[in-house]
């Protein structure tokens, strides 16, 4: 099993990516059968997307309701989504990133924080490496269930998942590896969220952050249209860009994307800048 990157390039997956569909109460008709249901329901907010040219939902609140705080759509979703990382070119491409860039630059004992761990899959590719600590914050209790249970079937048991508002953490630790992938735009208050992120990495450590433009799904909030305006936003954040990327959504060239307002993965490493600079 591999995954590719526009075509050009393939990684293997660790082992966590398989072990989803043999463990637990895992079984691989399930999730093959929760993949073609998430994809279904992404077609259906596609068209209601290029009907409206907006996202279904406008806050977290309503977003939490309909998703959320629901465990067996979450369950499905999660399942859904956990696969596309293998079957959507823009999503193993940021997963390629994160896995063969991000996380090989971290030094051994590094403490790694991801924000909205969901599917759980980089949660557990981090604890697959010699870091000091790896750990999860979700504010919903039901996507903190759905993501263990994942990591249970990866056997990833030295995940910390923690039931945290990001918007409202105080910060009282800093981590040398904070990851926010595909969580901004489930946001109604980005900005903050990601000074916040910022506050929560130690000054000279990294974030992977990942943010899809024209992606509409049924909890996506926050609506960029062109890489050029989240790397805008990111700086004015305060953060250093190490490196932006876009991916497009498969079958699709940037160029292609662009013209269509298609969906692209925009993945930046970034660095937090030392105090005083």
Same mark, same amino acid.
């Given at each position: 099993?591999?995954?590719?990157?526009?075509?050009?390039?393939?990684?293997?997956?660790?082992?966590?990516?398989?072990?989803?569909?043999?463990?637990?109460?895992?079984?691989?008709?399930?999730?093959?059968?929760?993949?073609? =249901?998430?994809? %279904?329901?992404? #077609?259906?907010?596609?068209?209601?997307?290029?009907?409206?040219?907006?996202?279904?939902?406008?806050?977290?609140?309503?977003?939490?309701?309909?998703?959320?705080?629901?465990?067996?759509?979450? *369950?499905?979703?999660?399942?859904?989504?956990?696969?596309?990382?293998? @079957?959507?070119?823009?999503?193993?491409?940021?997963?390629?990133?994160?896995?063969?860039?991000?996380?090989?630059?971290?030094?051994?004992?590094?403490?790694? #924080?991801?924000?909205?761990?969901?599917?759980?899959?980089?949660?557990?590719?981090?604890?697959?490496?010699?870091?000091?600590?790896?750990?999860? =914050?979700?504010?919903?209790?039901?996507? /903190?269930?759905?993501?263990?249970?994942?990591?249970?079937? @990866?056997?990833?048991?030295?995940?910390?998942?923690? %039931?945290?508002?990001?918007?409202?953490? *105080?910060?009282?630790?800093?981590?040398?590896?904070?990851?926010?992938?595909?969580?901004? &735009?489930?946001?109604?208050?980005?900005?903050?969220?990601?000074?916040?992120?910022?506050?929560?990495?130690?000054?000279?450590?990294? #974030?992977?952050?990942?943010?899809?433009?024209?992606?509409?799904?049924?909890?996506? /909030?926050?609506? =960029?249209? +062109?890489? &050029?305006?989240?790397?805008?936003?990111?700086?004015?954040?305060?953060?250093?860009?190490?490196?932006?990327?876009?991916?497009? @959504?498969?079958?699709?060239?940037?160029? %292609?994307? +662009?013209?269509?307002? #298609?969906?692209? *993965?925009?993945?930046?490493?970034?660095?937090?800048?030392?105090?005083?600079?």
């Amino acid at each position: 099993m591999f995954v590719g990157r526009s075509g050009e390039e393939s990684l293997d997956l660790p082992k966590a990516a398989f072990t989803e569909f043999k463990g637990g109460d895992y079984r691989l008709d399930e999730v093959v059968g929760n993949y073609r =249901w998430t994809c %279904q329901m992404m #077609l259906d907010e596609e068209y209601a997307f290029r009907l409206t040219g907006r996202y279904r939902h406008a806050t977290f609140a309503e977003a939490r309701a309909a998703v959320y705080d629901d465990g067996a759509f979450m *369950s499905r979703y999660t399942d859904g989504l956990l696969f596309s990382q293998l @079957m959507w070119a823009n999503h193993a491409a940021a997963l390629a990133d994160y896995h063969g860039s991000f996380l090989a630059g971290l030094e051994p004992g590094a403490e790694l #924080l991801e924000v909205g761990p969901g599917h759980g899959l980089l949660v557990a590719m981090a604890a697959e490496r010699p870091l000091g600590s790896v750990t999860g =914050w979700d504010v919903s209790p039901t996507s /903190i269930a759905t993501t263990r249970r994942a990591l249970a079937a @990866m056997g990833a048991p030295d995940v910390k998942l923690e %039931q945290v508002d990001v918007l409202d953490a *105080s910060v009282t630790r800093r981590f040398d590896a904070v990851v926010a992938s595909e969580l901004l &735009e489930h946001l109604d208050r980005p900005a903050k969220a990601l000074a916040r992120l910022g506050l929560l990495t130690r000054p000279g450590g990294q #974030l992977f952050i990942n943010v899809p433009v024209n992606s509409p799904a049924p909890d996506h /909030i926050y609506l =960029w249209r +062109r890489p &050029e305006d989240v790397n805008d936003f990111v700086v004015a954040a305060g953060l250093r860009i190490v490196q932006a990327r876009a991916y497009p @959504m498969t079958g699709r060239t940037e160029r %292609q994307a +662009r013209a269509g307002g #298609l969906t692209m *993965s925009c993945v930046l490493t970034c660095e937090m800048p030392e105090e005083g600079r």
